[in-house]
């Protein structure tokens, strides 16, 4: 697995809602106490504060840590699962956009009992919830351990606010304040995107007629485009193409009801939901602005099919990389069946098949078990069966727990090659912590080990993947390839942080990891100008970085990605945005190199990866 834009949440969730604050900040946020069930005995009169009071025109409420009573509003959603609560949203609006109408109210472990459209006083302790404080997220203003009095039902809601292009500023966010967060800032709502989100934080909110950016997932949520001016890839997606400029108008859509009781749409991307979704808007950590749907519209099936690559000619050697996401002998059957028949169809057979996330025997069961003799059988004879290659197999075994990902399964790269078609060359000395180098010159230059890993013991592959390159030879012509799987984005701030810019932290590992693998490639290339080298895998950054700058330093690769259509640069979604993390790279002299993402995953509710392979054709 990899983590794009943010870190990537894949254990959730308990949704257990008490505010997390540091220590420090407890004098001013206050922590919420255990929540109280609804009760019906609270004062009939209004209070002296109304929502917007509570609200404000900044992040953070002024009422934080104080107790409010008789709040005034309109129950305009109830969720009584997973985080359970209401949202209440007040008729009768002040004259200022930045000021939210509507807020959320925590019961806790109470299920609410209040129904939508309950004319309602609430009162309770107002609270500051981040979701992940320490992972720069940004909090939502609720009111915990409430009280509740019904003084009516079945009342009309407010009108909801339509969120589209007319609304939606173009400038993502706006600068930190002086303690670096967003958090002090005034809303200016019509002039940034996150402001304006955060301006209509717990109101109603409306979109109509939008397209799926991601497909739904696991957790029964996915995400859309209110903004149809953001980049719109070839299949119906947004790119992400900068850091610099955000998409404004991604959307993570959930919805109310239990799935048991209404079942979520199974979309995929380039499908639309036609008509209105209608819900409050919410925060999490894992998707940031959420439109929480009382109303979902109707499905349009836009039957997105999976790409199948061209068949390559005889005088082509063909090279894919495929991150098969923690692959182990242990999944089950269908898993291998599925991976195997996108290699078999989807990529033709590949002469050579640059595997990440190969797991050991018994995947994530953490008992020092490295071999994956097991795992790579599996999948081999799941190939064969599906009516491809024979295909053989090298790699080294990393050291236990060295090499990051999921606890117990030891992820590595390994290489599947046609014996039919390409020979590797097998030189002996590669181990998992015996690094790698060039011999000879010209003609004569070689590997020192084949297999064999890249600078194994620098402090640069501290708990992450190290690259594995091997020799081959094509028609009597050798090729020097490297598998690699690059360090995760974990850890980076999220792109809807109160920090903003959000720290990048997980880059810098990357930086170096890429100066290392560039100056082993320009070594040899030094040895014979004239070397065939491709450079390919799951390297979890986009070709815009500086990771990726750092790669191609002095030309000694290219990436290929660039060369693709623009609309057609993504191997991965993530949040809504579709964005590159795999590559292939190749040195100056591949001049002849037909490259292609082949998109049977990353756009599917359902995968077999949640990264898109892809393959390159070179006439060596």
Known sequence: MTTPTAPRPRSRRALLRAAILPAGLAASLVLA????????????????????????????????????????????????????????QDPNPDADPATSEGVFVYTGSAAPTVKVGDSVLVGGKVTEYYPNFNGGSQSLTQISAPT??????????????????????????????????????????????????????????????????????????????????DQRSKRGGVLYESYAEPN???????????????????????????????????YNQFGGYTLVAGTLGALQDNHLQREVTAQAGERELTIATYNVENL???????????????????????????????????????DGTVDATATVAKFT?????????????????????????????????????????????DIPGGTATTAVDVAGTGAATALTASPGRIAPADEAWTNSRKPLVGQFAFRGKKVFVIANHFNSKGGDQGIDSRFQAPTRSSEVQRIKQATIEQAFVAKLLTADKEAKVVSLGDFNDYQFSPALAALTKDGVLRDLVNELPEKEQYSYVYQGNSQVLDHILVSPEVGYAKYDVVHINAEFAQQASDHDPQVVRIKP
Do not use: C
């Not at 069930?37 to 025109?57: K, S």
């Not at 075994?397 to 606890?407: A, I, L």
């Open 33 to 88: 106490p255990l929540p109280s069930a609804v009760a019906a005995d609270a004062p009939a009169e209004a209070g002296p504060l109304r929502i917007h009071d509570i609200q404000g025109a900044t992040r953070i409420s002024a009422q934080t840590g104080k107790t409010v009573t008789g709040v005034p509003g309109i129950v305009t959603g109830v969720r009584g699962y997973g985080s359970k609560g209401f949202w209440i």
């Open 328 to 366: 182990a002998a242990t999944n089950p059957d269908a898993k291998f069946t599925e991976l195997a028949q996108a290699v078999v169809t989807n990529l033709r057979s590949p002469d050579i098949l640059a595997l990440e996330e190969i797991q050991d025997n018994n995947g994530a069961k953490n």
């Open 248 to 282: 404004v108008g991604r959307l993570m859509v959930q919805q109310q009801a239990p799935v048991a009781q209404q079942p979520f749409p199974v979309a995929n991307v380039g499908d639309v939901l036609t008509g209105d979704t209608t819900g409050p808007l919410d």
């Open 148 to 229: 509740v009095t019904v003084l009516s039902s079945g009342n009309p809601l407010p009108a909801p606010v339509v969120v589209d292009t007319r609304n939606i500023p173009g400038t993502y966010s706006p600068q930190a304040g002086a303690d670096g967060t967003l958090n002090g800032v005034a809303l200016n709502p019509e002039k940034y995107t996150l402001d304006f989100y955060e301006s209509l934080e717990g109101m109603l909110v409306q979109v109509r007629d939008v397209r799926v950016i991601q497909a739904t997932d696991k957790y029964n949520e996915l995400w859309v485009a209110a903004d149809k001016q």
């Open 381 to 425: 004879a799941a190939i064969k069966a599906a009516g491809g290659p024979a295909y053989e197999w090298r790699s080294i075994d990393p050291e236990n727990g060295k090499d990051g990902g999921e606890p117990g399964g030891n992820i590595r790269q390994g290489f599947l090659f046609n014996p039919q078609r390409v020979s590797f060359t």
